[in-house]
């Protein structure tokens, strides 16, 4: 028969903050610099609204 050997736990390998960093700067940067350019480009708009100009379509609609 065969015994059942117990395993040997093993210390948890926590990554250091400049081994996940990188990771997540890349994506939280565009994820800023896209919600700025729609919010400025929003805020853009609502404005022309309320001087009475005429409105853009936003740039991803095709006509």
């Given at each position: 028969?065969?015994?059942?050997?117990?395993?040997?736990?093993?210390?948890l390998q926590?990554?250091?903050?400049?081994?996940?960093t990188p990771?997540?700067?890349?994506?939280?940067?565009?994820?800023?610099?896209?919600?700025?350019?729609?919010?400025?480009?929003?805020?853009?708009?609502?404005i022309k609204?309320?001087?009475?100009?005429?409105?853009?379509?936003?740039?991803?609609?095709?006509?």
């Amino acid at each position: 028969m065969n015994q059942l050997v117990p395993l040997q736990a093993q210390p948890l390998q926590v990554p250091t903050p400049s081994q996940v960093t990188p990771l997540f700067t890349f994506s939280t940067t565009m994820s800023v610099i896209m919600a700025v350019w729609a919010g400025t480009w929003v805020l853009s708009q609502v404005i022309k609204v309320f001087k009475g100009e005429e409105v853009e379509k936003p740039p991803m609609i095709p006509e």
